[in-house]
């Protein structure tokens, strides 16, 4: 007989000064907000807006598909992700805060 079991892991937020603890492969914003933190930014959930943009420092996680507008393949490389796309597998240490909205540039100041 196999037992499984729910195991959970450490996140910190460094620039936050927050922590929590994420049950193993759950959603890394799903965890905080089941915490009850508010160290990460929420958005739409779904990874199409950005808002949730981290980059991990260290620790083990896997992400589901992430829009590129907001990730690039390099960022991801330097440790960026989206919280809503990322599943946590072992204690994480992250920064928040790196979602940054593109300036719109209208024709007439381009003139």
Avoid: W
């Amino acid at each position: 007989m196999i037992t499984v079991t729910n195991r959970e892991h450490q996140i910190q937020v460094t620039n936050r000064d927050e922590s929590f603890t994420c049950d193993n492969d759950s959603l890394l914003l799903q965890g905080m907000e089941k915490a009850g933190k508010q160290a990460i930014r929420v958005g739409c959930r779904k990874g199409g807006c950005g808002m949730c943009k981290v980059k991990v420092l260290s620790g083990h996680y896997q992400t589901l598909k992430m829009s590129r507008a907001h990730v690039s393949e390099q960022e991801e490389q330097q440790g960026f992700v989206l919280a809503c796309r990322t599943q946590v597998q072992g204690d994480l240490v992250v920064e928040s805060d790196h979602f940054a909205l593109t300036p719109v540039v209208s024709p007439l100041e381009e003139a």
